[in-house]
């Protein structure tokens, strides 16, 4: 990463209280992807062979990664998410214990599969450790849109992340977009287009894909009155 690809979303929000410290001091560390100094031993990461690897950029709460995750337990998931609170409410969902006291013996009871792991910050940093073909589904739900014109190079599917998504994806493996604001859509649209690494393979933009979870920040969005695009891209 170049001193232009500093992330420019929040890293902090409200002061974290009682469980959610509990989960960042106790399981964030089993979970957690910390910086590598190599490439990343993707056989040893989980307690289990995944049958493919997905990756969810940016979870925010981790409502979608959570759910996912529980869904396929033979997958093997990684959320990237430099959002603190993000990453502590994806635990809570994880561990199941919503306005609960937590305790040890309750992290990921019995049952929950251990397919999840973090990474606590801005994913860029983690691409360059990923084989070529790593991944069989990238999801890309609802970023930043970052709609002034002079902001344009921080919209996270530009270009030089398309071309890492292109790379980090197996042949066949897909991109998975959602966002509510019209001109991010129409850009990405346009990216990946000119990128000439994918096909859209939806045909209904404003049908959400048949496995969809909807996610806390997209049913704001509806409340208010935005309505959704989803772009499903195929690695060509
Ligand atoms: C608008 S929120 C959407 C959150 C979530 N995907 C959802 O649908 O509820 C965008 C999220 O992307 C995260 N984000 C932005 N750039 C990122 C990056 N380079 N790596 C990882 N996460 C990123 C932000 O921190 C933020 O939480």
Request: aromatic share 12%; proline share 6%; glycine share 8%.
């Amino acid at each position: 990463m170049t001193e232009t690809d500093r992330f420019y979303g929040r890293r902090h929000g409200k002061k974290l209280k009682g469980t959610r410290i509990f989960l960042m001091e106790q399981l964030l560390p089993r979970l957690e992807i910390k910086d590598p100094d190599g490439p990343i031993d993707l056989k040893t990461l989980y307690p289990f062979t995944p049958k493919a690897l997905w990756l969810e950029v940016g979870f925010g709460g981790g409502e979608h990664l959570a759910q996912m995750a529980k869904e396929h337990k033979d997958i093997g998931f990684i959320g990237a998410e430099p959002f603190v609170n993000g990453v502590a409410s994806l635990l809570a969902h994880l561990n199941g214990s919503w306005g609960r006291a937590a305790n040890e013996t309750r992290l990921l009871e019995e049952g929950r599969s251990d397919n999840v792991r973090i990474y606590a910050d801005d994913v860029r940093k983690l691409f360059p450790f990923f084989a070529d073909e790593t991944f069989e589904r990238i999801f890309v739900l609802y970023p930043d849109p970052w709609p002034k014109a002079r902001h344009e190079d921080r919209r996270f599917l530009g270009p030089k992340n398309l071309k890492e998504i292109a790379r980090l994806l197996i042949s066949g493996g897909e991109l998975c977009v959602a966002t509510d604001v019209a001109s991010y859509a129409v850009w990405t649209i346009q990216q990946a287009e000119s990128s000439d690494l994918f096909i859209q393979t939806n045909e209904d933009i404003y049908q959400s894909p048949p496995d969809w979870v909807s996610t806390r920040y997209e049913q704001k969005g509806l409340k208010a009155g935005r309505r959704p695009v989803y772009l499903t891209y195929i690695k060509k």
